[in-house]
């Protein structure tokens, strides 16, 4: 089924947009809101659309993943729309709190802590759970209009010519459109139609994700304790729950996925400490390869990058969508800007633009959450010394401290508009 507008021969588009997860919807509902009147988008997706998606109803796909979002994501979705029916569901990030010692230790002595600089008014992050967010983002596009819906159905090839960029469909369909923009995840066929390549490397880990709901109250506080397989999240979700991102060497991850459900809880249970009462899990689970990749180039003729499409990071510190969201903000404001001047948004000297926005933020990002896995994923004793004396330093400095929150938060470096909260 296509949804929205015919298959074959459709445009032209000033936008068409491969991937509707995350990425490629926020751009679609930014454009919609923000470009001149008449600005035409196309959406395409892989994924099977439900026929009429109502506030409340059930999202379309389990993920046992939840999302730490950043102020700046935040913002972004305000900005959107889209903020007020997550708002609810979102769990502010109170405090966080940095541990490190062995499996079996009785004690875990804390050795960073950023409750001296949050801001007591405005949280650096917010759990949202996937489903919440996968239907805020896919009610927003629905209601917003003007944004012609391909799903399911897959871009399968491109071509470029001075003025235009057309796209083949699994369907036998095909959009032309002044620019593609790639939102289509890790395994991004357009990034490898390109001939675009990454920086890449599988970690030899997996992380283990699922919900645990505890007899005792977390009040906020997300824990990253650092054990020598790498590091175990608790990240607070609304109620008595918390979200588990769980890295694992990948053989004893896949013995831990294996287990029953006693079992698996029982192992968590060691890990998870007793600081929260007893633990019982509150759904499903889930194991994800990890990988580091960026692309070498996050533009080619007419073509544009976003998202996991550009860049995958470790998921330690919870930022691979707020990083991706940074695209679709600077990717929006370069769009819209040129679309008023009437501009060609295709051009190369937007996409150059573009990349020189996004493409050392991203790396550095990468590098920052690739550096911090290989410090900690590690149980040797130098080491062990060497990073507990490092977060002991980091603790008693509170530049550094507020340095990293507003990293974390996204504000740092130069920043989109709609990242701190201004239509454009
Ligand atoms: C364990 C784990 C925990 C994480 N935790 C966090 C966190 O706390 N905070 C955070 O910011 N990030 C986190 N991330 C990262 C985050 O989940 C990803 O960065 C984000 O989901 C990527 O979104 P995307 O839209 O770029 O890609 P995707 O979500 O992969 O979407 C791609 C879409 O494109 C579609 N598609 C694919 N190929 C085609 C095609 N050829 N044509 C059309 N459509 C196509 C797919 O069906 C899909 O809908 C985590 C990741 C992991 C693995």
Redesign the pocket.
């Given at each position: 089924m296509t949804e929205g507008a015919s298959a074959h021969s459709s445009g032209p588009f000033e936008v068409a947009i491969?991937?509707?997860?995350?990425?490629?919807?926020a751009l679609a509902l930014a454009l919609a809101k923000l470009a001149p009147k008449g600005f035409a988008i196309a959406l395409?997706?892989?994924?099977t659309p439900r026929a009429d998606p109502q506030p409340g109803s059930a999202p379309p796909k389990q993920d046992a993943?939840?999302?730490?979002?950043?102020a700046a994501?935040k913002n972004l979705l305000s900005v959107l729309g889209v903020w007020p029916a997550l708002e609810e569901g979102a769990q502010p990030i109170a405090s966080i709190e940095i541990t490190d010692s062995p499996l079996h230790a009785e004690l875990r002595p804390h050795f960073l802590g950023f409750e001296d600089v949050l801001g007591a008014d405005e949280p650096g992050a917010y759990?949202v759970e996937?489903g919440a967010l996968y239907r805020a983002l896919e009610e927003a596009v629905a209601r917003a209009g003007g944004i012609a819906i391909f799903a399911p159905?897959?871009?399968?090839d491109y071509s470029t010519n001075a003025f235009a960029v057309t796209t083949a469909l699994?369907s036998g369909g095909v959009l032309t459109a002044r620019l593609l923009v790639a939102?289509?995840?890790?395994?991004?066929?357009?990034r490898e139609r390109a001939g675009i390549k990454c920086v890449s490397w599988s970690y030899p880990q997996v992380?283990i994700?699922t919900t645990v709901a505890h007899t005792k109250p977390h009040h906020g506080r997300a824990v990253q304790h650092f054990l020598p397989a790498g590091p175990f999240a608790m990240?607070p979700l609304t109620g008595n729950r918390s979200s588990i991102?769980w890295t694992e060497e990948k053989e004893r991850g896949a013995e831990i996925m294996a287990l029953d459900e006693a079992g698996f809880t029982a192992e968590l249970a060691t890990r998870f400490g007793a600081k929260l009462g007893e633990i019982k899990l509150a759904g499903p689970r889930?194991s994800?390869p990890?990988a580091l990749q960026i692309a070498r180039s996050f533009v080619a003729d007419r073509l544009a990058l976003?998202?996991?499409?550009a860049h995958?990071?470790h998921?330690l510190a919870?930022?691979?969508?707020?990083?991706?969201?940074r695209d679709v903000a600077a990717l929006a404001e370069i769009i819209v800007e040129d679309a008023r001047l009437g501009l060609d948004v295709g051009s190369p000297m937007g996409l150059e633009r573009y990349q020189r926005w996004r493409r050392f933020d991203s790396a550095f990002s990468a590098a920052v959450m690739d550096g911090l896995n290989r410090l900690f994923s590690n149980d040797a004793a130098p080491l062990r010394v060497l990073r507990d004396l490092g977060l002991g330093l980091v603790d008693r400095a509170p530049a550094v401290k507020r340095f990293l929150v507003r990293e974390a938060a996204g504000a740092t470096g130069s920043v989109p508009r709609l990242l701190i909260g201004e239509r454009l």
């Open positions: 491969a991937g509707g997860g995350f990425t490629g919807r395409v997706d892989a994924e993943r939840a999302l730490a979002l950043s994501t759990l996937y159905d897959s871009v399968t699994a939102a289509d995840g890790r395994n991004s066929k357009l992380g994700v990240l991102v889930q994800f990890l976003i998202g996991d499409a995958v990071v998921p919870g930022q691979g969508l707020n990083i991706g969201m």
